[in-house]
């Protein structure tokens, strides 16, 4: 007898195998079939989430048959789920803390050197037979140069201990954790202005809430360096986005690097797919072999859990 009926995106065989041997599996990618998905959503036990999202009509469709809302990841937002409704109907929603935290940092290195060594526009201008147009790369070093972390937790704390190893010198904005924790790392505890005025790479690594949402605006996007570099490896809602297209076109500052935009998929034509001084990636800070398997295989072993009667390991909301 199975436990229940799940809803799951697909992940990878080996967890996919071991949920069928005890539940019955409803697998949807959210972003190909989203009508699907919305269907399903109210018509199961629990959920394991990647990229869907769970919104309080759904919660209320299924009447009290939805018990756990899993995040394979960290993010627990409204663009995933809205927590006002897991609270309101009682659902588990629960998260995997620090399952991913290595692969978005070293996405994150990876954009920054793409970022100050052109490595993109180079690529193309080699595959369009425009090798000699080198000179036109000219990059920056890293090393010795201000890297501003905003959200110093899992993420930020890495990227800090990385930024070492690169010779540059840190600048945090958290007001949620002590001092200490930054100077034990050799940064500077310092307000968001400060940051963003002083700093040749920006990251930001905070979670989306009303707090965050638009956070980088037009006030603070005029701070920056003319020369300095964004990276959003968070949600896309912390960055007012037709204000940074503005500041991106205008060469306000010098470029940015984004694994997240406002809505995900973002739509066709989007104003910041015309520009050169931006790099663009699916959300896919998250996405390597050993962050899928230890997000997907807590996310697979909190349901169970939940399923079984048992409280789950990581709840963000408490369920029934
Ligand atoms: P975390 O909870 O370990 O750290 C978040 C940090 O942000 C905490 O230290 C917290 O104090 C700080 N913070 C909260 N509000 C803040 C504010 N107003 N200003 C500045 N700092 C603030 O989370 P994490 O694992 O480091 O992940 C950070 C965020 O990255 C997640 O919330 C998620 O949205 C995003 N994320 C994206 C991907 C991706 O695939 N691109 C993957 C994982 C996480």
């Known amino acids: 007898m199975p436990l229940g009926r799940i809803l799951v995106e697909e992940f990878q065989p080996d ?73 309101e109907f009682k659902v588990w929603v629960t998260n995997q803390p620090g399952s991913n935290s290595v692969s978005v940092t070293e996405l994150v290195f990876g954009q920054m050197i793409a970022l100050v060594r052109h490595t993109f526009e180079a690529n193309k201008a080699v595959k369009e037979n425009r090798w000699s147009e080198y000179l036109k790369f000219i990059g920056t070093e890293l090393a010795e140069k201000t890297l501003g972390i905003i959200g110093m937790g899992n993420i930020g704390t890495r990227v800090a201990l990385r930024a070492l190893a690169f010779e540059m010198d840190c600048l945090v904005y958290d007001p949620y954790i002590p001092e200490s924790h930054v100077t034990a790392l050799g940064g500077k505890w310092v307000g968001l202005d400060e940051l963003l005025a002083e700093s040749d790479v920006v990251t930001i690594h905070c979670p989306l809430t009303p707090d965050t949402n638009g956070m980088i605006d037009e006030r603070r996007l005029v701070l920056m360096k003319a020369s300095a570099y964004l990276i959003n490896a968070a949600r896309g809602g912390i960055v007012k986005e037709d204000v940074l297209w503005s500041a991106l076109k205008q060469r306000q500052i010098a470029g940015a690097a984004l694994d997240v935009v406002e809505n995900e998929p973002p739509p066709k034509n989007h104003p910041l797919f015309q520009l050169g001084n931006v790099v663009l990636t699916p959300h896919i800070g998250a996405l390597t072999f050993e962050a899928s398997k230890r997000g997907e295989w807590g996310a697979a072993e909190e349901v169970i859990r939940v399923l079984e009667g048992k409280k789950p390991k990581n709840p963000v909301i408490e369920g029934a």
């Open 15 to 87: 967890v996919l195998k071991w949920l069928r041997q005890k539940v019955e599996l409803v697998v949807v990618n959210p972003w190909v079939e989203p009508e699907r998905w919305e269907l399903e959503a109210s018509r199961v036990d629990a959920v394991i989430s990647r990229k869907g999202k769970i919104t309080r009509e759904q919660m209320q469709k299924s009447a009290g048959r939805l018990k756990i809302i899993a995040r394979t990841g960290v993010g627990v937002d409204p663009s995933r789920v809205d927590l006002d409704g897991a609270k």
